[in-house]
Structures are given as C-alpha cells and as structure tokens.
C-alpha cells in the first residue's frame, strides 16, 4: 500500500508541476498576446508616420525650390539695379562733362 501511496503522491505532485507550468505557459500566451497587440498598434502608427515623412518631405522640397527661386530672383534684381547703378552714374557723369563744357564756353 506505501508503495501504491508514494505512486499517487508522486502523480499528485506531477499534477501541482504540471497546472504551475500550465499558468506560467497562460501568462506567457497572455503576455505574447499584449505583445502581439502592441506590435499592431506600432505598425499602424509606423505607417501613419512614414505617410506624415512623405509628406514633409515633399512639403520641403518645394519649399527649397521656393527658395531657390526666390535666390534666382533676388540675383537678377541686384544684377539689374547694379546695372541701372551704372548706367545712373554714366548719365550723371555725362551730364557733369556737358554742364563743365557749357560752363567754359560760357567764359570764353
């Protein structure tokens, strides 16, 4: 009977391991789930904001040839009122040489 009694002790001890690891493998399940869960969640916000990168960066490459634009038209502006600086001084500067001449004709 002992030999019987240490067999179902034995089984019953078997039993208590086996529900343990049977709630440890339910929490692990539970865990991988949320895990699981989380990774969608993560995905969905990755692909929200590779759409919102996307975006951006399209917005900032218009804004650099916005830019780019207005840099070219900057340039011709300066470059035209350069010329028109030139042109301004050639005048004055003509217009000073034919008062100089009126003025010595005048005195002779």
Do not use: C, H, Y
């Amino acid at each position: 009977m002992t030999n019987i009694q240490s067999k179902i002790d034995l089984l019953k001890q078997r039993a208590i391991d086996l529900e343990a690891e049977n709630a440890k493998l339910k929490q692990i399940i539970k865990e991988n789930a949320k895990r699981k869960a989380d990774n969608v969640n993560l995905l969905a916000e990755n692909a929200k904001v590779k759409i919102e990168l996307r975006r951006a960066m399209g917005e900032n490459a218009k804004l650099k040839a916005e830019f780019l634009q207005e840099v070219k038209t900057r340039e011709r502006i300066e470059k035209t009122m350069l010329e028109l600086d030139g042109k301004a001084f050639n005048i004055t500067k003509k217009n000073t040489l034919e008062n100089l001449l009126i003025r010595s004709t005048k005195r002779l």
